[in-house]
């Protein structure tokens, strides 16, 4: 799957029923979506197997044990969408 492929599939499994969720992912695909390696490719699909409920929460969790793309997403939720900043 080339790039432009895997782009478009991840922008529409990110369409969630959430508000909330869609700014989030819309933000993270606009800020990381071409910098993820091919692993956390697969780690971000993963994660768009949860429910909204359950992402939702893992994005709003506080704690430091979470990778490199939940951390990400978690830096996407306040709006700047840099959370290496």
Known sequence: MDEIDISGRLR???RRGMLE?????GRFLQH????LTAQQLVE?????DL????LWLLVRETHDSASD???WLR?????????DA
């Open 44 to 48: 971000f699909d993963v994660l768009l």
């Open 12 to 14: 529409w499994r990110c």
């Open 69 to 71: 793309v939940v951390a």
């Open 32 to 35: 990381y979506c071409a910098k």
């Open 75 to 83: 830096g996407c939720e306040g709006g700047s969408g840099n959370a």
């Open 51 to 54: 429910s909204d409920q359950e």
């Open 21 to 25: 969720l869609d700014l989030v992912l």
